[in-house]
């Protein structure tokens, strides 16, 4: 049986305060009857930590369990860090909690195990899986059965100093990509940088690649290959490589090496593409830049629709060796149903689960850049493999190569073989 994780520090402050059981954010542990015969029934739930606020968390606790009288929520915060091998324990384990939160692209992994519940009927039954966003629902659907329900997004935005662009007389952001390359020629130069983009930014480059109609790797015949040397991923890298030209980003590093909000907090950099949530550590870095930050998608090829991009975030899955799993799944249900997918939005700055949502964050300038790219996004390719891709990664040294002037198509068919080996089981 797998041990239960201790709790953080939040849990037992929040047991002081309250005596009955609050929700905290993501245990280990089955579901039953508490002890001294109170009927009620916990229901075990894993978070990752930092996905919720305790506001937002005290709130959904609350209600659901004043709706649900017979019902306690027990949560655990996780630690991202060794989470896959963690979450695959409690699988095979007979003591897996009825709620569990995991990335949109570890799904496949975890469904490759026969031991999460189909929830097809409930996305279509009860949660308008419809109008869902493509890059949390697509990584949770594994041959057309539903298994993980999409919770919350993130995505890169262009992020912009305001005050450059209105030194170099631009008033509005620009609309396509021929409008951006142009508009940060404009703002290169004179010892300021038009954008600084590391030169293995690869989630970047994967929505240049998709707005070209390529793939980082595609599935024949039940077996993935890469697919980077194909034109249309070769036209994505293509316009990678002319916009990381106008700055002076490093073409050997990614964007936490260094921190790339660090050097945009420097205030000579125009253009950083990231998520809106670095703004704080921005602001915090060079306090003359907080109110003049600006946000926009991602543009797309033409004005009609921003560009693609790679969507983050979580989404939410029911082990098949929960104690109570119906139970397990009306937690699911009510936290991805209109009302706290709304409250989430609005607490945490997420992007809904749903498109027809976007409304609810419109005076969230950052959030609704969020958004709009959202509805264009996309998540890696759906194998319970890519886990082993992104450990070794060969898409980084690719990129570097073709930055330092080596043969664009003969780099990428090497980058396709390796990605390719990888995902073989």
Known sequence: MLRVPQKVSYVKKRSLALPTALVCAVALGGCGVLPGGSGRTTVDVWLMQGSVS??????????????????????????WTGIGEKVMAALESDDAPEVIEVGNTQVARYAESDALRDLTLESVRDLGSEEWLPGLAEPGSINGSQYGIPWYAANRVVIYNKDLFEAAGITEPPK????????TEKLDGGGRQGMYLSGQDWYTLAGFVWDEGGELAVERGGNWEGALHTKEALRGMAFYQELQSLGNGPKDADEVTPPQEKVFAQGDVAQII??????????????????????????????????AVFTGGSDLIVPENASDRSAGVEVVTALASEKWQTELALTMNYVPNKTTLA?????????????????????TPNSPQWAAVEAANPIKPYMTAVLQGQDPARVARAASDRITAALRP
Do not use: C
């Not at 506001?55 to 659901?64: A, G, M, V």
């Not at 998608?297 to 004005?303: A, E, I, L, Q």
């Not at 850049?369 to 996309?378: L, P, Y």
């Open 54 to 79: 305790e506001e937002f968390l005290e709130r959904f606790t609350s209600e659901y369990e004043k709706e649900h009288p017979s019902v306690e929520l027990e949560v655990t915060f996780q630690q």
């Open 176 to 183: 396509d990509r021929a409008e951006w390359l142009e508009t």
């Open 274 to 307: 990231a998520v809106p949530s670095l703004v704080p550590a921005i602001e915090k870095a060079n306090p003359a830049l907080k109110g003049r930050l600006g946000f926009f998608p991602v543009p797309g090829k033409t004005s009609e629709a921003p560009g």
């Open 359 to 379: 409304g609810v964050i419109e005076g969230n300038e950052g959030t609704s850049a969020m958004a709009a790219g959202a509805a264009q996004g996309r998540a």
